[in-house]
């Protein structure tokens, strides 16, 4: 994990970073489960007001020195708290998503934690078990990001995020 990564609040400056990562063909298929069109702007942003207006989601930047590199976000889905991540995918294989998730996860005191993942998403996988995240079931859906239905694992935190050495 890098010493100068850092979470913010969002702010209004960080959104067009944001749009500009989802914009990424990789980044998407990997995800699997984002927007109907990662190209629809207006959409972005009326997601990104829903999401910033919702006193029940923690949302932050990841911020690596002056560089906007990302989002993570926890946020309630089905009656239970989950968390989900995005890391400008110029930036992926640094710890980015690790370090973030870790920070967040310490503001964050509600427990137990879930996260859903690809079932081939080797690396998000991996970012999620270095934080603590075991593997508590299965589940598919459609993929906006691959345009088929997608097996995913279900992921659970129960106790402190662990901190990646």
Same mark, same amino acid.
């Given at each position: 994990? *890098?010493? !100068? ?6 702010? !209004?400056? @960080? ?7 989802? +914009?990424? $063909?990789?980044?998407? &298929?990997?995800? #699997? ?6 190209? !629809? =702007?207006?959409?972005? @942003? #009326?997601? &990104?007001?829903?999401?910033?207006? !919702? ?5 932050? *930047? ?23 991540? &995005?890391?400008?995918?110029? =930036?992926?294989?640094?710890?980015? #998503? ?5 920070? /967040? ?19 998000? /996988?991996?970012? /999620? =078990?270095?934080?603590?995240?075991? $593997?508590?079931?299965?589940? +598919? ?25």
């Amino acid at each position: 994990m *890098t010493a !100068d990564l850092r979470l913010r609040p969002v702010l !209004d400056d @960080d959104l067009p970073h944001f749009f500009t990562h989802q +914009q990424d $063909v990789e980044a998407t &298929w990997m995800a #699997a489960f984002g927007p109907a069109d990662p190209a !629809d =702007r207006a959409a972005f @942003d #009326a997601h &990104w007001k829903r999401i910033r207006a !919702d006193p029940a989601v923690a949302s932050r *930047t990841v911020v690596v020195g002056d560089e906007v590199v990302g989002h993570v976000n926890a946020f309630p889905a089905a009656g239970r708290l989950e968390v989900s991540y &995005w890391i400008d995918p110029r =930036r992926w294989g640094r710890g980015y #998503a690790t370090g973030a998730l870790v920070v /967040l996860l310490t503001e964050v005191s509600r427990r137990p934690v879930h996260a859903r993942v690809a079932k081939d998403n080797r690396a998000s /996988l991996a970012v /999620l =078990r270095k934080c603590g995240f075991v $593997v508590v079931g299965e589940d +598919q859906g459609y993929a906006h990001g691959r345009g088929v239905e997608v097996q995913e694992w279900i992921l659970e935190l129960s106790g402190p995020a662990l901190s990646p050495v």
